[in-house]
Nanobody, 124 residues
């Protein structure tokens, strides 16, 4: 069974940094585009960042642009989300996902496999 496992979440003060990782049990990341989404309490899951299969193209939500960086290591079948200058409004459960194709995607419906999520809490 395909599994995506996020790690790296935690509690951090505003202005701090965290690096999330997403490891796959099979070649579900290295063969496809991937993305990061987040879900805040009482809100729908929202797009954060996406990266093409090759890693040559990235795209971010306006709310995180300039602060977050998505990357991937296809040899390790692992994806990353570096989060800097964190704000209290970044508090959410963060999910990584593997897309249906090789190109960047921003819609949750365009992703096939999902991790279980990792909690990020930013205190003010």
């Amino acid at each position: 069974q395909v599994q995506l496992v996020e790690s790296g979440g935690g509690l951090v003060q505003a202005g701090g940094s965290l690096r999330l990782s997403c490891a796959a049990s099979e070649r579900t990341l290295s063969s496809y585009a991937m993305g990061w989404f987040r879900q805040r309490p009482g809100k729908e899951r929202e797009f954060v960042a996406t990266i093409s299969r090759s890693g040559g193209n990235t795209y971010y939500a306006d709310s995180v642009k300039g602060r977050f960086t998505i990357s991937r290591d296809n040899v390790k079948n692992t994806g990353y989300l570096q989060m800097n200058s964190l704000k209290p409004e970044d508090t959410a459960v963060y999910y990584c996902a593997s897309a249906f194709g090789i190109y960047m995607r921003t819609n949750v419906r365009e992703y096939r496999y999902w991790g279980q999520g990792t909690q990020v809490t930013v205190s003010s």
